[in-house]
């Protein structure tokens, strides 16, 4: 429990937080109505504070409080009672309610919901994917309005950068990602406690993790191999787990705390998905290249990494095709197969043949007429069998989404 003194003291110094530096704009909407919250999901550190600040900055009163702020430490279910009064006494009245890293209270739908009920207006963000689950929109009664916000992209970073786009600043943003702080300050510090925070907060203790040795072991393997098929079994005796739902259970904790994200390969049947090996990707190449072992050589997987994310970023349903030829990524529009795209550093005498069959062949396979071949910086159309293959820079590309 915490006093309302205490309280007093902290939405007081929360008011300050909002006056900051609000950034550059980010090319991202949100709504807010009432009798409706807004929840806003996503990595640590990727900016959803201050898309918040952006959306709210000609908006007042703004009912604002940050859940992760140790002072709060001591903040329970039963103290949101004091807080009503308290912002209409320091703010005045018909305020917006927002609630940083809320997650970490127990219960907090509870009084979320008695808000939307009384007809206010309330964003809410977290750090967990739960945040977006069927099961807390169950609880909110359906009455929600949920955002994913990732890393910047590339458009984002030149922006931040105040720069145009071209293969140079391409290959900064290949390799420094999307994290704004990261971005600004180039110091591998702020990636250092961020990958901590991540994994120590956000994954061993929020899932109550105890064998965290394996937990860490399985995590440094996965963002090695980025873009590599990995049997669920084969890593089970790699990091000595007593079963692969325990590798389950630690990947399903990854993708939770937006780290890593497991890619399906396409099967019309579902049963078949769940059990076919599976690739993982990571939400930024920054946090790939300060852990993977020998990475930084490999583009061609930086590559393959960053088109993945672009595609979670659009909100895609995207698998992996694999037959008698490989493609990196197929996307699933309703109940059809509608894109095909393969990823490669460059199209050389040793990989050509194989990267276009592999294109061909998802082509074909779903009855497509075209498909895209993304590249560093090569730039080419082909005609294959009546079927017509794109093949464009990654950065391009980029720049289109």
């Not at 720069?163 to 943003?173: C, D, G, L, Q, S």
């Amino acid at each position: 429990m915490i006093t309302k003194a205490e309280l007093r003291e902290i939405v007081l110094k929360h008011q300050q937080e909002l006056k900051k530096d609000l950034g550059i704009k980010r090319d991202f909407q949100i709504k807010l109505l009432k009798k409706f919250i807004t929840i806003i999901s996503g990595i640590r550190r990727c900016g959803k504070s201050t898309l918040i600040r952006q959306f709210l900055k000609e908006k007042s009163p703004i009912y604002y409080l940050y859940f992760e702020d140790i002072s709060l430490s001591k903040f329970e279910l039963k103290d949101f009672s004091k807080l009503d009064g308290l912002f209409i006494e320091l703010l005045g009245e018909n305020g917006i309610y927002f609630f940083d890293e809320i997650q970490n209270i127990k219960g907090w739908e509870i009084y979320a919901r008695s808000l939307v009920d009384a007809g206010k207006q309330v964003i809410i963000t977290g750090s967990n994917a739960s945040m977006l689950s069927k099961e807390l929109g169950t609880r909110l009664t359906g009455r929600n309005l949920r955002y994913e916000l990732y890393p910047f992209s590339f458009n984002e970073f030149l922006k931040l950068r105040r720069t145009k786009p071209n293969i140079k600043n391409f290959e900064a943003y290949m390799k420094e990602g999307g994290f704004p702080e990261y971005i600004k300050l180039k110091d591998q510090d702020i990636l250092r406690n961020l990958f901590e925070d991540i994994f120590y907060r956000d994954i061993v203790v929020r899932n109550d993790i105890r064998n965290e040795t394996e937990l860490k072991s399985l995590l440094y393997y996965l963002i090695s191999n980025i873009g590599k098929e990995v049997s669920y079994n084969k890593l089970k005796d790699m990091v000595n787990v007593g079963s692969t739902n325990t590798i389950t259970q630690f990947i399903h904790a990854f993708t939770q705390a937006y780290m890593l994200f497991p890619l399906n390969k396409f099967d019309f049947s579902y049963k078949k998905q769940i059990v076919n090996p599976k690739k993982i990707y990571c939400i930024d190449n920054a946090l790939i290249l300060l852990n993977a072992f020998s990475f930084s050589k490999n583009k061609g997987r930086l590559l393959e990494n960053l088109v993945f994310i672009s595609l979670k970023r659009e909100g895609k349903e995207i698998y992996y095709h694999k037959n008698k030829k490989e493609c990196d990524f197929i996307i699933k529009k309703g109940d059809k197969i509608s894109e095909a795209i393969q990823v490669c550093y460059e199209l050389s005498e040793d990989n050509r043949e194989r990267e276009i069959e592999g294109i061909i062949e998802a082509i074909k396979s779903y009855q497509l007429k075209q498909g895209s071949i993304l590249t560093y910086n090569e730039e080419d159309e082909l005609e294959i069998d009546g079927k017509r293959i794109f093949i464009k820079p990654v950065w391009k590309w980029l720049l289109e989404r």
